[in-house]
């Protein structure tokens, strides 16, 4: 199940669309039945993220959060992704991109890391990304890089 807290009401956003994507790629992986808290935040509260748990005091446009349950705890919860709506309009401004498909594109990102993907070294990196355009793909969202 994919919940969608859009902390800052932006109604641009189409949060059944963002659901419904999210659902079948955890689906997808195996994970259909976890639980994924996917949060709509502004810069403020992204950067206090960024700076509690990486580190960095300046924000971003998505960070995951894979839960941290002990095994002993059996519910089935994949994590949180938030993103901040701010940075993506910027940043789907100055890349030339439509909003709602940079937004779908920093959704599957964060997902991606909470199905244990990253991109650390160079060819994690590939690999996520060619599965963000293959994911992407099948949505109709043109390659993003």
């Keep these: 199940m994919v919940i969608i807290q859009n902390n800052i009401h932006d109604l641009s956003v189409n949060e059944d669309d963002l659901s419904c ?12 039945e976890s639980e994924l808290l996917v949060r709509l935040v502004d810069e403020a509260e992204i950067q206090n ?6 580190y960095k005091d300046e924000p971003t446009n998505v ?5 941290d349950l002990p095994i002993e705890i059996d519910e089935k919860i994949l994590g949180d992704v938030v993103i901040c709506i701010q940075i993506v309009l910027k940043e ?3 890349q030339h991109k439509s909003f709602n498909n940079h937004l779908m594109h920093m959704a599957v990102h964060g997902t991606l890391h ?18 963000e355009r293959k ?11």
């Design 63 to 67: 960070l995951s959060f894979p839960t």
């Design 135 to 145: 994911i992407l793909a099948k949505i109709g969202i043109n390659n993003p890089y």
């Design 92 to 94: 789907s401004i100055e």
């Design 21 to 32: 994507i999210l659902q079948k790629v955890v689906k997808e992986w195996g994970k259909g």
């Design 114 to 131: 909470l199905l244990g993907y990253d991109h650390i070294d160079t060819k994690d990196a590939q690999n996520m990304a060619n599965l």
């Design 49 to 54: 993220l960024n700076k509690v748990y990486r």
